[in-house]
């Protein structure tokens, strides 16, 4: 082989070195930049949870809940349902959501049976609230895992507890 070829050749291989340097260091930029959004994510839905304005809403849906009232304002279940979208399309950690939400989801699963009903029924629609659905199931699941056993659902008095308790928030 003569010294051209040969340093053709070492061309050639550095060349494909860069190539797959390059593509390396864009997987790990794409990798860092999902991560980022999805803590990002986790923390613009708990700051969303916890405003004044959400914590009035959860008060409101709270107290229509426990008197049996029509539901006009499902910002609580909307919520849930974007959290579940989020965690479908994987736009942010499971276990973010799992630690911030499951408890929260599965109360207000269970306790808002009636206005997702009345959701699907005027749209209708049996797509509405699928997500929230789906991460509630998830939920379950992640319980059961964890523990061993299949949780059972609340009990009608574990709802009443934590609606009267969401029932009294304060600003």
């Known amino acids: 082989m003569t010294p051209e070829m040969r340093l053709t050749l070492a061309a050639v291989i550095g060349s494909w070195v860069m190539v797959g340097a390059t593509i390396w260091s864009i997987w790990a930029q ?18 969303q949870w916890d405003s004044s304005e959400m914590r009035r809403a959860r008060q409101k849906l709270a107290t229509l809940l426990l008197d049996k009232k029509p539901v006009s304002d499902y910002r609580v279940l909307d919520l849930f349902e974007k959290v579940g979208l989020y965690a479908n ?4 950690d499971e276990y973010k959501v799992y630690s911030a939400f499951s408890d929260l989801t599965e109360y207000y699963w269970i306790a808002g049976q009636s206005a997702i009903k009345v959701a699907r029924e005027e749209t209708r629609g049996r797509d509405y609230y699928v997500d929230f659905e789906s991460l509630y199931k998830k939920v379950l699941a992640r319980q059961a895992k964890e523990t061993g056993k299949p949780e059972g659902p609340l009990s009608p008095e574990d709802i009443r507890g934590f609606l009267t308790e969401e029932k009294t928030l304060s600003d």
């Open 30 to 47: 794409s990798k860092n930049a999902h991560k980022s959004l999805s803590v990002q994510i986790a923390f613009e839905l708990d700051k």
């Open 89 to 92: 399309q994987r736009d942010v």
